[in-house]
């Protein structure tokens, strides 16, 4: 392979290890604002428990996200010289804005967060809690901002010309702004909102299952179920908007998203299939008219095809972001389904009744983190072959002095690195799984702490 496609692995890689964390960070701070919140209203040691407990899996994911996301600006420079000099005034003032206005905000409070219980008081706690979670949705902005850019640049002017030539910003406002950045930023908001809570619920599942910390599990299962039901349902709505935004700014990746070729007639909507791309067929199930429907409002409208554009400006692998496409729509569907089937449950007064179903939320942990991960596979692969769309392609954006035997050293050292470190990750979160949320000697199952404070009393 060359340099570029080793390149676009290596980054592909890095990118996807680290952002299984980031939207659990988002999602699980959604979850303690709404667990301490309780504890803060009814005064139950219930959710103060249950709040410890996943702020302690939270810093794990925390720590390892901000570790892994440092690799990747190092990559900017190491293997993409070209594209960070291009887009180095944009880039460089959305993540200014990021250090500025969301890490130093979600750092600032994380050490309360952490270890302020007891020593501070339980308004000032919850209001850490909200400012950390605050922070980490406010890191997302800047970052879909960033990456909203490249899809449909806004708010700038050209510097310079050949190797030289810079995007620099003439309006800060109108670049945060982009045509795709709202409708961008909501759908990863809830994405990472759907991981959060699909997490809670596994563990409690799990819990509950095994007959562990039963009464507890319930409550916080019922919490992340309410968050996940609500937000499936919304992400179906943000999913529509973007693509409509995807419809209008960058139509040879809608296009790619159905297969779809020819504009001479209606677009089909396929329910999921193969794209032969050799000879331009898609074989499987389909709403006849259905993509123009969804676009025009109308069965019979045309759709831009892919060969309405020349084919050096075309997706190189159609079938590939046509997959992960549909394979992110059937898990947003699927999430909907199960998570309302939960809500109809539990109106019913058997959501715990049925084991089968406990035992597909524990499952169903991992579908969150793949179509988030898949939703970005399409994204960036159905704008190829501009990393900068419609200014700068991919091919152009390459540090000219990297040769392909480097790339390949480093994505191997990064591999086994990465593994070690999932491999740890993994075994710190079933540590603390395991452990629980009390102390399981304890006879009124709180924390050892709070045990080992009231017998202190008692002697008095």
């Keep these: 392979m060359d340099v570029e496609i080793l390149s676009r692995v290596q980054f592909a890689f890095t990118i996807a290890f680290h952002y299984i964390y980031p939207p659990l960070s988002i999602g699980l701070g959604l979850i303690l604002v709404i667990m301490e919140g309780l504890y803060l209203r009814t005064g139950k040691k219930v959710y103060e428990h249950m709040t410890r407990f996943w702020i302690k899996i939270f810093a794990l994911i925390f720590g390892i996200g901000v570790a892994t996301g440092i690799v990747m600006e190092f990559e900017f420079g190491t293997n993409w010289a070209t594209y960070s000099r291009y887009v180095g005034d944009v880039f460089g003032s959305a993540l200014a804005a990021e250090g500025i206005f969301a890490f130093a905000l979600e750092s600032g409070f994380l050490g309360v967060l952490l270890f302020g219980w007891n020593r501070v008081k339980p308004t000032v706690h919850f209001i850490a809690t909200l400012g950390v979670w605050l922070g980490s949705m406010f890191s ?3 970052i879909v901002v960033a990456n909203s850019w490249q899809q449909t640049p806004a708010g700038y002017h050209i510097v310079g010309e050949g190797m030289n030539a810079r995007a620099e910003i003439t309006d800060f406002w109108a670049m945060v702004f982009n045509p795709s950045s709202v409708d961008r930023l909501l759908h990863v908001w809830i994405g990472a909102f759907l991981a959060g809570a699909f997490l809670v619920m596994s563990v409690h599942a799990y819990y509950i299952l095994k007959n562990r910390h039963v009464e507890l599990s319930e409550k916080a299962f019922k919490i992340a179920l309410a968050v996940a039901a609500v937000f499936s349902v919304l992400q179906l709505a943000t999913g529509h908007q973007s693509a409509d935004g995807v419809a209008e700014n960058q139509p040879p990746k809608l296009a790619a998203f159905e297969g779809h070729y020819e504009s001479d007639g209606p677009a089909d909507l396929y329910l999921f299939g193969w794209v032969d791309e050799e000879n331009q067929k898609v074989y499987g199930p389909k709403i006849p008219g259905g993509l123009s429907y969804l676009v025009h409002w109308n069965f019979e409208d045309p759709i831009p095809g892919l060969n309405d ?3 050096d400006e075309q997706p ?4 590939a972001v046509f997959q992960f496409y549909h394979l992110m729509i059937a898990m947003g569907l699927f999430f909907i389904g199960l998570t309302l089937f939960g809500v109809f ?4 007064g058997k959501l715990f009744a049925h084991r089968w179903l406990l035992w597909i939320f524990v499952i169903a942990v991992i579908l969150p ?3 988030n991960q898949f939703g970005w596979f399409a994204a960036e ?9 419609g200014l700068l392609r991919t091919s152009d954006a390459l540090s000219v002095v990297v040769t392909a035997n480097q790339v390949v050293f480093s994505l191997i050292m990064f591999s086994v690195i990465y593994l070690l470190l999932f491999l740890l990750f993994l075994y710190l979160l079933d540590k603390k799984i395991k452990a629980g949320p009390y102390d399981e000697k304890s006879d009124d199952r709180r924390p050892i702490q709070e045990g080992m404070v009231d017998m202190v009393k008692s002697k008095e």
Excluded: D
């Design 316 to 319: 190189a692998t159609v079938n």
């Design 309 to 311: 554009f020349p084919e």
């Design 369 to 371: 983190q793949m179509a």
């Design 381 to 389: 692969m159905g704008r190829q072959p501009w990393v900068v769309y």
């Design 140 to 142: 997302a902005i800047w």
């Design 345 to 348: 449950k539990w109106w019913r």
